[in-house]
């Protein structure tokens, strides 16, 4: 099988702290991914080596230069006693590079089908569909929660989910004293519907904002997650386009005013549909005497 195949040309590296896994504009000849220990990553800004993040076991890196055969964009060094497992150029070309090639095409067509991103170049867009990831979700789990800081920004590929917002308990009794049926009042609302292309969490993750509401599946939900880092090593139009739609969602006091207005066009049209019906009755009760 591939994947046999993949795990057959593979090979273990043993890298000694501070040593040098390669350096920035070295060629791009061999994928990793970290079986133990720990590396860090540094790009070099004018004069200096700055380091951007760091990696553990079970996470890989290389993947980018190796696919498009360009040189290394930043300095790799090992922090504690690493053991790097190492594919390189040729074996992962032959094995590897046709299906990586084949998942790219599909982010990156997903992602043309996004307003905020389908007017970017191409360019752009392919090297973004590199280094973002698919999420999966099950009915009735939770995305992320009210409350919660984001770590991302997700864009939903299939499923759809609604997002709940939950309204402070002073709130709650405020609408309650509004309303002729207390009770009836919920302190949860959904305020609204996600499907395929739909982001979420991006308002709050440019404002540093804690999430104003949670996202719950309706159905199996597999999403296009954009990590922190994703976004920190990505384009800057990619963000510069994310950020021109990003928009809140109404406040608690806009909210507030939407459900009463809800509530008492509700009631109204039951009112309406009553007399009706009455109405209706009347007359064939007339018709018949």
Known sequence: SQLFELVR??????YQPMDLVFDQGDPGDSFYI???GRVAIYKQQQTEFIKVRELINGQSFGELALLHGETRKAKVVAVDKTYLIVLKKEPFDRIVKQSEAEQIQKVHNFMKSIPALKKLPRPVLQRFSQIIFFKKFKAGSFIIKQGQSPPGIYAIFSGNAKLIRKFPMQLVSSLRKKVKSPRKVKSKIVIDDLSRGDLLCDYEYFNKEPMQYSVLCNIPVTCLFYSKEALLEAD???????????KPYPSDSELQKIYIDTYNWTKYKQNILRSISVEREMKKGFLHS
């Open 34 to 36: 970290i079986h133990s």
């Open 9 to 14: 040309h593979m090979e273990l590296e043993k």
């Open 236 to 246: 800057p139009l990619i963000t510069q386009e994310i950020k021109k739609v990003s």
